[in-house]
């Protein structure tokens, strides 16, 4: 379904540019009843080399819309932005369900989830069209997050007791929810939210948040110690150390180790870095995993920890080793395969260039 939104400029020499918001083929699926605001982004020809070069405005939604139909017939006619001086390169749209949370230019999050997001390309056309992608749904769920120092636990003898997180105090111990996010702008992941979280306490956080991401991100957190942090796609089950399967479980990584474990010749290419391991469901290292990822979207690299140098370092092969460590280096939101003999598992992979590394758990 695709409805016309008209955007008038400010200067009276500028084209009048209709933008054809393209709706998704899953919209029904998404409740975007908590939108607050949506953004738009107008890039001029030189954005984003030179990071200034965009005009923005935010228009508050003063009712309710849930479902993206509502949204655009609450926008429809609001936006009037000037072009910049260098020409029109592209239009973006972001729905937030707080403040305008998200600046690129800083990568600074202001504790707003990103309900939906999309981006055209101006061609010259009269007409620019902007496919809407969900990223995640307003329906809110209760989320059960545990914490496992994965680099505690390895060294200390796959011992759940000795690798959680203390409890809270002035916020050092703390999980937030969100997504890890594809880049409008550059080949990189974000993360979005912060909107929702809680403090740990007995090593558990409970809160309510959104949990149903779109087709191109994943439900993240974003969380972990004064010692170890991490900010990655939320792996479901319980985890190696959980007991209930409808929790999750935060894999933290303590530093040098994060920085250590991160091959920067990989990066500028891949710039998102997850840390893990693959355990049995008796807490033991699995060897002998192979580990599949799209060559155009990402690399693997296999592993032993190494404490003296305090990082992963590479053993070269082509499954995981006695340990069951690795690390996965991606760019965007990637399904990842896990083999174990006939054993199959597909998860979905994802970590920011900028605030650390992800980490992931896989149990066989």
């Known amino acids: 379904m695709r409805l016309l939104l008209l955007i008038g400029v400010a200067g009276c020499t500028d084209p009048v540019v209709a933008l054809q918001l393209e709706l998704p083929t899953s919209a029904t699926a998404f409740d975007t009843s908590c939108v ?15 990071p200034m070069d965009y005009k923005t405005i935010s228009v508050p939604l003063t009712t309710s819309a ?26 973006s749209l972001e729905g937030w369900n707080n403040g305008p949370g998200w600046d690129d230019l800083t990568r600074d999050v202001q504790g707003s989830d990103l309900v939906f997001f999309g981006r055209g390309v101006y061609s010259g056309d009269d007409t620019l069209s902007i496919p809407l992608t969900p990223n995640i749904s307003c329906t809110r769920q209760s989320l059960t997050i545990h914490a496992l120092d994965l680099v505690a636990f390895v060294t200390h003898a796959y011992s759940c007791s000795a690798a959680t997180a203390p409890d809270a105090s002035d916020d050092d111990s703390w999980v937030g929810a969100g997504t890890m996010t594809p880049a409008l702008y550059a080949p990189d992941t974000l993360f979005f939210g912060d909107h929702d979280g809680a403090d740990f306490m007995s090593n558990v956080a ?25 900010s990655g796609c939320a792996s479901s089950g319980k985890g190696v150390c959980g007991t209930t399967t409808t929790d999750f479980e935060l894999p933290i990584i303590a530093p040098p180790y994060d920085a250590n474990s991160v091959d920067t010749a990989i990066t500028p290419r891949f710039p998102g870095a997850t840390f893990g391991g693959v355990f049995t469901s008796a807490r033991q290292p699995l060897q002998g995993v192979r580990i599949d990822i799209d060559p155009a979207l990402g690399q693997v690299v296999y592993g032993n920890l190494d404490t003296g140098m ?3 370092a590479p053993t070269g092969g082509s499954t995981t080793s006695a340990s ?21 598992k597909v998860v979905k992979v994802g970590a920011p260039s900028s605030d650390g590394v992800g980490g992931l758990t896989v149990v066989f």
């Open 206 to 230: 409970t809160f309510m948040a959104p949990t149903q991401a779109g087709p191109e991100s994943c439900l993240a957190f974003d969380g972990g110690d004064a010692t170890a942090w991490s």
């Open 66 to 91: 849930s479902g993206y139909a509502e949204v655009v017939s609450a926008i429809r006619g609001k936006f009037e932005v000037p072009i910049p001086a260098s020409g029109l390169k592209a239009v």
């Open 310 to 312: 305090q990082k992963l």
């Open 36 to 50: 607050a605001t949506v953004e738009m982004r107008v890039e001029g020809m030189t954005f984003p080399d030179d």
């Open 324 to 344: 069951g460590l690795f690390v996965i280096y991606t760019t965007g939101v990637v399904d990842v395969t896990f083999t174990s003999g006939t054993t199959v």
